[in-house]
C-alpha cells in the first residue's frame, strides 16, 4: 500500500528522501506525546488513524476526488470562508504548517525574524514535502499581519496559483464593506476555477456542511466544562487541527461519536485526569500540526487543558453562520456577518477578544490562562500584554509564553509552566 | 524525621537536611558533566527520610531516584520565608538564570519572572566577564566598588559585552571602573525584571551572585528598598524543596496523585 503512494507522492512532485525524513519525526513525535497518553477516549482511534494517513489515505482521496473533477482549495487564514469553498463541490484544506522544514533554505527568503508559522509554510514549501499544497487547485493568502501579507509577495513566485484575499483591519462598516466586496470577488474566483455557479441552493449546503462541523466543535467544547475533563487538551486540539484536512461529513460523525462516548464518561464521572486537576486556557497564536509542545508541556505538568482561544480552536469555530437567507445576496451577507465577528490580533482596537478570554475561562472553569505568542508575532506578543492585564483584573492569573517550533527551550518552559501550575493549584 | 532538599543547578548542586525544623546539614558540589552522578556522590552518606528535587536538573533527578520534585520557583520561595518570615520579593541570580518572585502575604507565589535564554544578566555572565578583566569571581565585586568614574556598557549579550570590555581596556579605562560598568548593566537587568513583577518589601536576594557586596550596593541603590540576603544564599531553593519534602501533601510533578 505505501508502495502505492509512493508513486503518488512522487507524481505529486515531492522529495521523497525529505518526505520520508518528516513522515518519520511526525510519527516519532505522535508516537511520544500522543499515543503515550493514559484513558484516551477510544473513539480517538479514529484521529490516530486519520494521522497516520494524513499524507496517505487523506491525499489518495484527495487525488480522487480531483479526478472526479472537484478542485482543492488551500488556506493559510479562518478567514477564507469554507462555506463558498463546498458550495462549488471543492475541497477545502488548511496549509498552515507546526514544525521547522528547510529552514536554510528559507532564510534566503525571508528575514530570520519572521514567525515559525510562516517559515514553516514556507519550508514544507520549498522543501517539497507538503503534499497538501502540491494538490491544491488555488492557494489562498489572506491581508493580516505584515508578517503574512508581505510573505505572500515572494510565495507567490513559488505557487503561481496564490490568490490573495484583501482583509479589513478595522470593525468599521467600511471594514466591514471591504469584508463583503472581497468574499464576493473570492465567489467569483472559485466559480471560475471549479465551473460551477453557485447558487442559493449550493451555497444553503455549504453553510450546512461547515455548520455541523463546527456545532460536532462546539459540543466536544461544552464537555470539557466538566471536572474531571472527559478529554485531554492535546487529544482536543487534535480534533481541532483535523478540522481543516478531513473530510467534513465524516469528522462531523467521528467528532459526535466521541462525544457520545465522553457524555457517558462524565456521568460516570471519569475523566483522563484525577479531578481537581488545575484547568487551564489555551490563548493565542494558532498551533498547527504538529506543533504540540506547549499543550505537551502542560499537560505533563500536572494541569489538564480546557478550552482554546485560538484559531485552531474557538475563535476559529465560534459562531454559526445563519442560513435562513433564501437568495445567494442572503446567504453572502450571513456569511460576512459571521466571519466579520471572528476577533484576530490583527484588527485594532480588538477589544473582543479580551472579553472571549475572560469569558472562556469563566465558562471552562479555568483556574489560569496560558498565553502562547510565537516569537515575531507583533500582533499577538503585543496583545498578551492587555491580555494579561484584563484577566489579573477579575483576579485569573497569566502566563504569558513566547516560544518557536524549537525543542531548545523546553527545559525552560517546564519550569515556567510547572511553577504556574504550582501557583493556580 | 530528616528531610532533605536538592537542588540540581545547571552549575552547583546544593543539599539541605532538616531534622525538627533545623538545618542539620548542607552540601554542596558542581553540576560537572554529569549532573546525576555528582548528586549521588553529594548524598553518599547522607540519612534522610524523605527528599525533594528542584532546579534544572530535578527531572533527571526524578526519574532516576522516584523522588517528588518542585520547581525553583516555589522552593525559593518556601526558602525564603522560613529565613525571614516577612519576605515578600525573591530575586535569585545563580549560574545560569535569574528570576524574580514574589509571594503574597501567606507566602505563596503570586507573580514570577524568569530571564530568557542566554546568559546576559546572570553569573555566568559576570563570571566571564571578570575573566575578561582578569579579576577573580572574588575580588570582582571589591574592585569594583572602588571605581571612581562611571563608564556605561551597553552590551548585554555576553559576546558583545566581552568585546566592548576589550576595547574599553585598550582605550586605557581603568579596570575598576569598567567592572562597575559591567555591575550595573546586571542590575539594571534585574531591577528590570524585578519591577515586571512588582516589587514588594522586604526583598530577599538569593544565589550565587549574593555574595557580590556590590552587587547588593548597587540592588539597594536601584530599588531604594531593604534587601536581605540570607547567610548561605545559594542555599534557598535546596532548603524550600526540603521543607516541602517534609510537607505531607507534597504536590509532585509527573508522579500525579492516585485517581480518585
Ligand atoms: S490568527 Fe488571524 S491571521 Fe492567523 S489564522 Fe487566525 S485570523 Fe487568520
Ligand atoms: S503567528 Fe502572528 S506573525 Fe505569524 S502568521 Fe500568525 S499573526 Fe502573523
Redesign the pocket.
Known sequence: MSEDYKSMWESLGLDLGAHDALLEVLGKGYQDIYLAQKDRPEGMSYFDFVMSEVHGLRIKELMDEKAAGRKVIGSFCVFVPEEIVRAADATFVGLCAGADFATEEVEKLLPRNT????KSAFGFNLGKVCPYIESADMIVGEN??D??KKSYETLKNLVPNLYVMDLPQMKSDEGKALLKAEYLRFKEAVEKLTSITIDAERLKKGIEIVNNKRKAIHRLAGLRKADPSPISGLDALLANQVFFYDNPVRFTESVNKICDELETRIEKGEGVFPKGTPRILLSG??MAVPNWKLPWIIETSGAVIVGEESCVGERGTRNLTDDTGNTVEELMEGIVDRYFKVD???FTPNPDRLDHIVEMAKTYKADGVIHYG?Q?????LMEAMPVEKALEEKNIPCLRIETDYSMEDVGQLKTRVEAFVELIK | MRYAGIDIGSRTIELVVLRDGEIIETKQADSGFDPMAQAKELLDGVKHDRIMATGYGRHLFELSLDAPTVTEIKAYAVGARFLFSDVRTILDIGGQDSKAIVVNDNGRVIKFEMNDRCAAGTGKFLEIMANTLGYSLDQFGVEALKSKRDIQISSMCTVFAESEVTSLVSRGESRQDIAMGLHRSVVRRAASMLKRVCVKEPVLFAGGVARNDCMLHLLQEALKKKILVPKDPQMVGALGAALLAGKKDCYCHGSLPEKA
Open positions: 514567525c515559525s508559522l510562516i493580516t499581519c508578517g503574512k497564536c494558532p484576530c490580533a490583527i510565537l515575531f508575532c507583533q500582533p499577538y
